[in-house]
């Protein structure tokens, strides 16, 4: 199935059926599931609209942006009456990590210098900063962001002849802003998409919706974040590149009408997001937040004086439901946050593991690592054992 996905990409994240573009995997999570001639794409001629080739200058970031500046520079390679130039424009390195001493490159930086594209980068877009001429010495007519993660002004997208068009993962006015991907599964959101979109030019995810997923992609249960981001990232490489083919950029527009009730989705704060609290969430809950997150955090208590929390906080990982029978009053009323060290056996292997329990009525989970802060990831079977087995530390719990 990845080489298939890889192919979608390479040759310009465009395939043409005579019906409904099918599932690419024999598994329930499709790539992208909509008809040639759906209801929210409009009915255009197949015959390109008459306008000059494109000079791109693409605004990208991450891994998602990154595949939509693959399939652009495909359908560059084979279609130059089309894509002219493409230019890439990135935000300026920035230091990170302990000490701020690692400076990492994003994806698309990386991948316009495999490609060969001119490359760009600003720390933010001051007054005087103005679209470049294309390796040609002519201007850029057609500005691209996708998940680039800074506004861009007004008199830019004025400048450039066709103005600029975005991909957001999301069935716009759906999850407007900057993490649509990630408040979908946290809402357990049963379908999704992707939306190309006019740049507004003084709001986020305010312009005109050109073309849209339909009927929408479903999203199966317990779906982890990084599936329906590749999904998603492929699907809208796909529409990005069908939008620029039919011409449906060149004015006058006619945006498409979406029904769909206007949301939003914030950055995802680890401080809020990823916060465990043992007495309001259940097993099925944490597992879908670590599938969803990659990561939860709670601290470290005791029974005797819960109000003493260790500063640092644990990290926890490996995250699942630990189907456990509840048995007994001593059971069902066992605290939230306690957790206890067991050995699994299965026929002739066994393992340690660690498990926590929830809220009341809300199972146990097992966990596979704990991080204590500042210190390194360890096996929770074999970091329980250890604490538990302390002497006058008193009955350790999460809180």
Request: contains cysteine; hydrophobic residues 35%; proline residues 7%.
């Amino acid at each position: 199935m990845r080489s298939l996905l890889r192919s979608l990409v390479s040759s310009g994240g465009h395939t043409h059926y005579r019906g409904r573009l099918h599932s690419l995997s024999s598994g329930p999570f499709p790539i992208c599931c909509r008809q040639t001639s759906p209801v929210h794409y409009r009915s255009v001629s197949t015959e390109s609209p008459t306008r000059e080739p494109l000079s791109i200058l693409f605004f990208g970031s991450d891994h998602f942006s990154a595949t939509s500046l693959k399939a652009l520079h495909d359908e560059h390679l084979s279609n130059r009456d089309l894509i002219r130039s493409i230019d890439v424009l990135t935000l300026e390195d920035r230091r990170s990590g302990r000490g701020m001493k690692t400076i990492r490159e994003v994806p698309v930086k990386s991948l316009a210098k495999s490609l060969s594209l001119p490359r760009h980068e600003v720390y933010n877009f001051e007054s005087d900063w103005n679209l470049p001429d294309n390796i040609f010495g002519e201007k850029i007519n057609m500005l691209i962001a996708v998940s680039f993660g800074l506004f861009i002004p007004a008199r830019l997208i004025e400048d450039a002849k066709y103005g600029g068009l975005n991909v957001h993962p999301s069935l716009l006015p759906m999850y407007r802003g900057a993490a649509p991907i990630y408040h979908t599964l946290l809402d357990q959101q049963p379908i999704t998409g992707v939306s190309v979109q006019t740049l507004h030019p003084t709001k986020f995810d305010r312009g005109d919706i050109l073309l849209q997923t339909d009927p929408p992609i479903k999203v199966p249960p317990k779906t982890r974040y990084q599936a329906l981001h590749d999904t998603l990232a492929i699907h809208g490489a796909e529409l990005l590149v069908e939008t620029l083919r039919r011409g449906l950029f060149v004015p006058p527009l006619n945006p498409i009408k979406s029904n769909y009730k206007p949301s939003l989705a914030p950055k995802i704060d680890p401080e809020i997001h990823a916060r465990i609290d043992w007495r309001s969430q259940d097993a099925e809950e944490l597992e879908r937040r670590w599938g969803v997150l990659n990561t939860l955090w709670c601290k470290l208590s005791s029974v005797e004086d819960p109000e003493i929390e260790r500063r640092k906080r644990a990290i926890l990982s490996g995250v699942g439901v630990f189907k456990r029978p509840e048995e007994g009053a001593e059971e069902i009323e066992t605290q939230p946050g306690t957790f206890q060290h067991l050995t699994v056996r299965n026929g002739e292997d066994s393992y340690e593991t660690m498990i926590i329990k929830c809220k009341k009525g809300g199972g146990w989970i097992s966990v596979g690592g704990v991080k204590i802060e500042g210190k390194r990831l360890v096996d929770a079977g074999e970091w329980a054992r250890s604490i538990l087995a302390q002497k006058g530390k008193g009955s350790k719990i999460f809180a």
